[in-house]
């Protein structure tokens, strides 16, 4: 899949949130562990958002992606991320996946799983 496939379906993520009531504050946050997509406040929750953008037509669905050694790159990201900014919010970790027909213009769907996967134990991720 192309990158820009993938940064549209991150703007479409971006959108689908702001109108959920999210307050989106980061986009493609990077640390020496890897990346987040979005990060975003809702509540008195800081969430991870990890967004997997498809075509109809693709042989596995998008959440497959997130297998555990992507999740203990997105749990060690955000942990570095809460201690720069030092925020005492809740920590979730969503997944978006946005999938789009044949043509990467049309979207056909959007799915978010909340609290995809759990950061109980954030020192199992180093």
């Given at each position: 899949m192309?990158?820009?496939?993938g940064?549209?379906?991150?703007?479409?993520?971006?959108?689908?949130?702001?109108?959920?009531?999210?307050?989106?504050?980061?986009?493609?946050?990077?640390?020496?562990?890897?990346?987040?997509?979005?990060?975003?406040?809702?509540?008195?929750?800081?969430?991870?958002?990890e967004?997997?953008?498809?075509?109809?037509?693709?042989n596995?669905?998008?959440?497959?992606?997130?297998?555990?050694?992507?999740?203990?790159?997105?749990?060690?990201?955000?942990?570095?991320?809460?201690?720069?900014?030092?925020?005492?919010?809740?920590?979730?970790?969503?997944?978006?996946?946005?999938?789009?027909?044949?043509?990467?213009?049309?979207?056909?769907?959007?799915?978010?799983?909340?609290?995809?996967?759990?950061?109980?134990?954030?020192?199992?991720?180093?």
């Amino acid at each position: 899949m192309s990158s820009n496939i993938g940064k549209k379906g991150e703007s479409i993520a971006i959108e689908y949130l702001a109108n959920n009531g999210y307050k989106i504050i980061n986009r493609n946050y990077y640390s020496r562990f890897g990346e987040i997509d979005i990060i975003a406040k809702k509540e008195n929750y800081i969430i991870f958002v990890e967004v997997k953008t498809r075509k109809i037509n693709t042989n596995f669905n998008a959440f497959e992606a997130v297998d555990v050694i992507k999740q203990k790159k997105i749990i060690k990201t955000a942990m570095v991320y809460l201690k720069e900014k030092s925020l005492n919010l809740q920590p979730r970790f969503d997944v978006i996946a946005v999938l789009f027909d044949i043509d990467p213009i049309n979207v056909k769907e959007i799915n978010h799983i909340k609290n995809a996967f759990e950061g109980v134990d954030f020192f199992e991720a180093f």
